[in-house]
């Protein structure tokens, strides 16, 4: 029963592996599945030694050409192969047993391969084919939600955005990313097109992810792109779609007739149409911002790729280009991906060369920072966008100090450019039967130019610019790593080991420079002109590591497993004495159902095995290149006998200590993987405990020592400890109907467990709402989750007077004296009497209790379908845009759930009395007035396609067709009142912030998510 439920899948494999060629028809026959008697669809048929190949259709049948002498093969994946010599004329009928040996899975591993059945240590494995990559635009989005305990959230729906990876959740304040390594070599997510993915394994626990010591306590995600076969003749698939992306949902904010209304209510002024002496009201509904600034925008991708291979090699070519706009206008993103892979052996497979090249070339456009979402939301909507008597032509506020949105996105032209090349190419030999030695060489090349053009402009009281300006950047990052490993691999009788040894060294170098002039003339493009106004600086960086690494695998019987690995790491980043680490991991693995006692469960149990590891990983991913050694700084000028003198003063930067160290995690991992009736149903549950020491803290210097800046101190410890379970199903409701289950779910909680600088008492602030966060909106505080959110709770609304009265101390002193009737009632945390700062506190965080996925697909007679659902429950999230639209603290439009505030004549309502003259205490930005649910459930993607039958593509000599639809975030049920509640770290920088963590839950205007549908259409040549 098993081999049907990848009948169609294996169609589509082996469809991409043989190409039809036009011959006589001198045999045919049909292909069975041995144990199901079943028709086996997309076997390869193919004529020994030649490129000559058809595939069976899904009823088992072929037909193919042949001279006297020629020997058939035919191949499946999971099946054992099968060559018949033919005779023309004369049917031929195939029955095909399982391989056994294909049920047994390799999984990539560091520095190599394991069986799954081998496998000790938390690993996850996916497919290219369940990433969905024909239509992601990103490998990110392509990953969110599918494997428990990987977290991937949205920065935002910015085009030229970026994603947000965690593993295991957040255990530090600098880096928490994972380590990417694309084809064996260090490189980043982002240069890999989703459509050139084989499989992505995730490193989640130390025994797995230690062998990459000093880099791996994010996790480790290896990428294999796709390769060709041996003896497959070349074939060209092509994918092509386009979609149409536009934001799910508007936020209610006042048209104009209802903002000139409400200020006229309230006695506030209007650009004329409030309560300014001679204002009149405004008839209409005014400029709809949302409507100027949002549109339908347009994606464009199309992916081919090349590939086959020899007795003796492999290749693959692709290439891909992605034209995406952004749903703000004027923002958008251009790539271009161009892929080479190949491996050649010789002397009977005793050497073996190979190499794996991207080349990206990429161009974004708009200019998107942390007020670009809400100022369009703020602006009057009685403002016109155009307006003839501006002598730049542009509406203007005289109410408001924000520019007219449309006007800024055309006047502040941003455009980036970058060229991406990453190159890995090794040798490896095989010295004596079973040793290997592999040498191995990865190159990154990152080069990119940013411009920003400044028009000329009036945009009323935000402000004039005479002439236009004009700032240039370029910036190049460039590293190589060299690996010398070897291998030793060896089987006898019951006992089978694996042992690795590595040297690697790396080298990074980072260097920038930039310029900016003012006062332009018009239409020049160039920095030239006014030569006082112009600036210029540079910087460079260097980052050196080495590393020696060692890896003992042991199995006995398949039954008992045993790996054990250590690397020790090197660091230019630290100083003598402190620059080396030690990062030792053991795991030890049960294969219960290979025991004798377990013989009478082998009929239902494929696979039972316990699992056990232990670890330490590490972390020195920080700012700075250099915290231990004091820095110059230029830029110190002083004016003398009337001219300008240029200095430089050492020692003006906050200096680490000469101890500083790494991050060091020790992580403990206790698994289960469960396998019943021959694949059908799987089960996979870890629970682990992950302790982080020496967490790297910025420290800020007393305003005394006249030092800027933080230093940064090993100065904290944090625990996260988590479940993760998956379960996948596979089954058949008929003959032809095929369908999969796969469900998973994660929890994860952290905690600062000890500050060890400046007792317990030491904080570390986060973000702070534009210095209205009070103690800060979220914080680093012992004996609380990481950027737990920090503020006073509201109490519901005082209904009356005597209300007021009776909120008193225990001493009878009023608590909120200066209360009115409709005000928002706080609780007084800290029972001094009083409402201020001192009584914020923990009031929720971030990071949800749980998260979830949901994967539900099938075919039937060339139709298929996959529903991809994710979520989660119980994070938060601060809605900074409903303080700016709510709060009366900022002039401009305002929401419409202010028409239901609390009024004489209005009392039934949960929303505080209004005003912006009386100092109402509502407007404190340091409440969880702000702070709502940001659980979630969303219809990720929705795809649909249709395979056209085999035998409509004979005759004109393609392989495959499909046409499909795709709908990516078709709906999300929320009670978030923002437009998305997928939130990651923050895309651009927030003000009052250390570091990124500390954006996590925060919305301070974040570029809507869209929602995107899209139609395409994938052929085999």
Known sequence: MRRRLFDLVMFLFCQALLPLFAQNVDVSGTVTDGSTHEPLSGVAVQIKGKTVGVITDFDGKYAIGVDKGDVLVFSLLGMKRVEREATPGIPMHIVMEEDNVMLDQVVVIGYGTVKKSHLSGAVSSITGKELNGEVATNVGTALQGKIPGVSVATSSGDPNGSMTINIRGISSLSNNNP?????????????????????????????????????????????????????????????????????????????????????????????????????????GKGTDWQDVMLRTAMTYKVNANLSGGSKTGTNSVSVGYLNKDGIIRNTGHESYNIRLKSDYSFFNNRLTVGESMILKLSKGHGWIYENSIYNFLQFPTVIPVYDETNPTGWGTSNNINSPNPLAETILFDRKDESTKIFLNAYVQAEILKGLAYKFNVGIRRDHGTGRFYTDAYDLGTYGKNEKPDLEESSSTFQSWVLENTLNYDRTFGKHSLSLLAGYSAQKDRYWDMSGSNQDLSPFIYTMTGNVTTMKASSAVYDLALVSQFGRVMYSYDNRYLLSASIRRDGSSRFKSGHQYGLFPSVSFGWNIHQERFFSSLQQ????????????????????????????????????????????????????????????????????????????????????????????????????????????????????????????????????????????????????????????????????????????????????????YFNLIE??????????????????????????????????????????????????????????????????????????????MSGNKIYNYPRYILESGNYSGNYSTKLADSW?????????????????????????????????????????IGYSLPAKWLKTVKLEKVRIYTSMENLFTLTRYSGYSPDLGESGVGLSGMSYNVFSRGIDQGRYPLPRTISFGIQVNL
């Not at 933080?710 to 199903?729: C, D, P, T, W, Y």
């Not at 949960?910 to 459930?937: C, H, I, M, Q």
Request: proline share 4%; glycine share 12%; hydrophobic share 35%.
């Open 179 to 283: 380590l990417y390594i694309i084809d064996g070599a260090f490189g980043e997510i982002g240069l890999v097109d989703p459509n050139d993915i084989a499989s992505i394994e995730v490193l989640k626990d130390a025994a797995a992810a230690a062998i990459y010591g000093s880099r791996s306590a994010g996790g480790v995600v290896i990428i294999t792109t796709k390769t060709g076969r041996k003896e497959t003749p070349s074939q060209l698939s092509m994918n092509v779609f386009t979609g149409f992306s536009s934001t799910p949902k508007k936020l209610n904010v006042f048209n104009g007739n209802e903002y000139s209304r409400f200020a006229r209510y309230y006695n506030l002024p209007a650009d004329g149409y409030g309560s300014e002496p001679g204002a009149v009201e405004f008839m």
């Open 604 to 787: 239902v149990f494929d696979q039972l095995k316990l699992r056990l590891s232990y670890g330490k990983l590490g972390n020195q991913e920080i700012n700075d290149f250099y915290p231990t050694l004091s820095v110059v700084s230029g830029g110190m000028n002083y004016l003398q006998g009337g001219n300008i003198w240029f200095g430089q003063l050492p020692y003006v930067n906050a200096v680490s200590p000469a101890n500083l160290t790494w991050e060091s995690t020790k992580t403990y991992n206790a698994g289960l993987d469960i396998g019943f009736w021959n694949g059908g149903l799987t089960l996979t549950a870890d629970v682990y405990m992950k302790n982080t020491d020496d967490v790297l803290l910025p420290v800020p210097l007393a305003n005394s020592e006249g030092i800027g800046g933080f230093s940064i101190k090993n100065a904290g410890q944090v625990r996260n400890a988590g479940f993760e379970l998956a379960v996948n199903h596979r089954g058949k409701l008929s003959k032809e109907f095929n369908y999969y289950i796969g469900a998973n779910v994660a929890t994860e909680k952290n905690k600062v467990t000890k500050i060890t600088l400046g007792g317990n008492q030491m904080v570390v602030s986060g973000y702070n709402a534009h210095a209205a966060g009070g103690q800060g909106i979220n914080m680093f505080r012992q004996g609380y989750p990481i950027a």
């Open 794 to 871: 509201t109490d519901g609304l005082f209904r009356s007077q005597e209300e007021i009265e009776k909120y008193r101390d225990k001493n009878g002193k009023l608590i909120q004296p200066g209360a009115q009737i409709g005000d928002i009632r706080y609780k007084d945390w800290n029972g001094d009497g009083a409402i201020n700062t001192d009584d914020q506190h923990s009031v929720g965080s971030p990071f949800p209790d749980f998260t979830f996925g949901l994967r539900l697909g099938g075919d039937w007679k060339g139709i298929d379908f996959n529903l991809f659902f994710d979520g």
């Open 903 to 943: 009024r004489p004549d209005h009392q039934d309502t949960d929303v505080p009395r209004f005003s912006k003259t009386d100092g109402a205490d509502n407007k404190w930005a340091y409440s969880d007035r702000w702070l709502e649910d940001g659980s979630y459930l969303r219809l990720k993607t929705l795809d």
